[in-house]
Nanobody, 122 residues
């Protein structure tokens, strides 16, 4: 059971990136999946989460609403995080993970992918 995150890179402020989280060893659509980020010296933050297709719910932290979009492609066992209008404060290592998506928020549920670095220059 693994998640593999990719798609990070270096972009200028205002630019875009698309992160991918590919699952192996399990069916991704049976699980809610989230993206988290951690910047140097800061606590890990939940960025965005998506429920199973049947539930049809998403979650975004306030700081990324209107700029980031989370989607899933079950045929590819992949969840994407489309990031537009990137800001220097979005710079962090981004991780995907299985989550519990509750009305109160999005919480890690055990399986983590490796991180992918996103750096936004001003």
């Amino acid at each position: 059971v693994q998640l593999q995150a990719s798609g990070g890179g270096l972009v200028q402020a205002g630019g875009s990136l698309r992160l991918s989280c590919v699952a192996s060893g399990f069916t991704l659509d049976y699980h809610a999946i989230g993206w988290f980020r951690q910047a140097p010296g800061k606590e890990r933050e939940g960025v965005s989460c998506i429920s199973t297709t049947i539930e049809g719910r998403t979650y975004y932290v306030d700081s990324v609403k209107g700029r980031f979009t989370i989607t899933r492609n079950n045929a590819k066992n992949t969840v994407y995080l489309e990031m537009n209008g990137l800001k220097p404060e979005d710079t962090a290592v981004y991780y995907c993970a299985t989550v519990d998506l509750l009305t109160s928020g999005c919480f890690p549920a055990g399986v983590w992918g490796q991180g992918t670095q996103v750096t936004v220059s001003s």
